[in-house]
């Protein structure tokens, strides 16, 4: 079955940077959409940023607009999510979720397991 694989979190202070990867266990699949999700111990998990693979149009979260960048790559394919001027508000559990080009808009949610952001105040 595939699955995603998130990579790049760990413990960054106030104001820290961190860059996000997210590949498929099966490099032949091609994203259709690929989307950033984000889970706070305690809170449900939460929108953080979208981009569809073909036109490479993006959209944030109002909480992230200006300090995160979502991109993609086409070698693997690989989705990344540049997050800069991190905050404490920012710490979670952060996933990558995925449609495929092979059935666009009705694909499957592919999800991973999830990396870790703790940014410290």
């Known amino acids: 079955q595939l699955y995603l694989i998130e990579s790049g979190g760990g413990l960054v202070q106030l104001g820290g940077s961190l860059k996000l990867s997210c590949t498929a266990s099966d490099r032949t699949f091609v994203p259709y959409q690929v989307r950033w999700f984000r889970q706070a111990p305690g809170k449900e998990r939460e929108f953080v940023a979208r981009?569809?693979?073909?036109?490479?149009?993006?959209n944030y979260d109002n909480s992230v607009k200006g300090r995160f960048t979502i991109s993609r790559e086409y070698a693997e394919p690989t989705a990344y999510l540049q997050m800069d001027n991190l905050k404490p508000e920012d710490t979670g559990v952060y996933y990558c979720?995925?449609?495929?080009?092979?059935?666009?808009?009705?694909?499957?949610?592919?999800w991973g397991q999830g990396t870790q952001v703790t940014v410290s105040s």
């Open positions: 979720n995925q449609k495929h080009i092979d059935r666009g808009p009705s694909s499957p949610n592919y």
């Open positions: 981009l569809t693979w073909s036109t490479n149009s993006t």
